[in-house]
């Protein structure tokens, strides 16, 4: 069967990581809500994670995995799903700083690429060129080289 991909824009992306934000009780939007929204199912950029078996399941995984391994390095018990969604939050996610980051860096590549506004991809290469911080770790649990993939959606442009 054929997968149906619907175009999403990069206000889409942003709407959603703030929308998946909220439903994770977190506090800030921050790259990995954009990572996971832009390796969902309806996007450019899920063509392109595809490959290299970057699926939203495997991001998921991934930032788990990287959340207990960064809590136990700090010797933190992680929260069960349970008590992290009774924590009552009632307001929006507030921008983040790795979030911030990643979308001034994808509007940086649309604006060296000659392009008015930012692409999904554009916002994608910005999330993978961070060097430091979860998505950097989270990418390395998955085995998956952040330097190649970068250099595969170049080649692709």
């Given at each position: 069967?054929?997968?149906?991909?619907?175009?999403?824009?990069?206000?889409?992306?942003?709407?959603?990581?703030?929308?998946?934000?909220?439903e994770?009780?977190?506090?800030t939007?921050?790259?990995?809500?954009?990572?996971?929204?832009?390796a969902?199912?309806?996007?450019?950029?899920?063509?392109?994670?595809?490959?290299?078996?970057?699926?939203?399941?495997?991001?998921?995984a991934?930032?788990?995995?990287?959340?207990?391994?960064?809590?136990?390095?700090?010797?933190?018990?992680?929260?069960?799903?349970?008590r992290?969604?009774?924590?009552?939050?009632?307001?929006?996610?507030?921008?983040?700083?790795?979030?911030?980051?990643?979308?001034?860096?994808?509007?940086?590549?649309?604006?060296?690429?000659?392009?008015?506004?930012?692409?999904?991809?554009?916002?994608?290469?910005?999330?993978?060129?961070?060097?430091?911080?979860?998505?950097?770790?989270?990418?390395?649990?998955?085995?998956?080289?952040?330097?190649?993939?970068?250099?595969?959606?170049?080649?692709?442009?």
């Open positions: 069967m054929h997968e149906v991909v619907a175009p999403m824009s990069t206000r889409d992306v942003a709407k959603q990581a703030r929308g998946l934000a909220s994770l009780n977190a506090r939007v921050e790259a990995e809500h954009l990572l996971l929204v832009l969902g199912p309806c996007d450019e950029t899920a063509r392109i994670l595809k490959p290299v078996a970057l699926d939203r399941g495997r991001v998921e991934a930032l788990r995995e990287e959340r207990q391994a960064s809590l136990a390095a700090a010797g933190v018990e992680p929260l069960t799903a349970e992290a969604t009774r924590s009552g939050r009632t307001r929006a996610p507030q921008w983040g700083a790795s979030a911030k980051s990643a979308l001034k860096r994808g509007h940086e590549i649309a604006r060296r690429g000659g392009r008015a506004g930012e692409t999904p991809t554009d916002l994608l290469l910005g999330v993978l060129q961070a060097e430091l911080g979860t998505v950097p770790r989270a990418l390395a649990i998955t085995g998956a080289d952040r330097t190649a993939l970068i250099a595969h959606i170049g080649r692709r442009r």
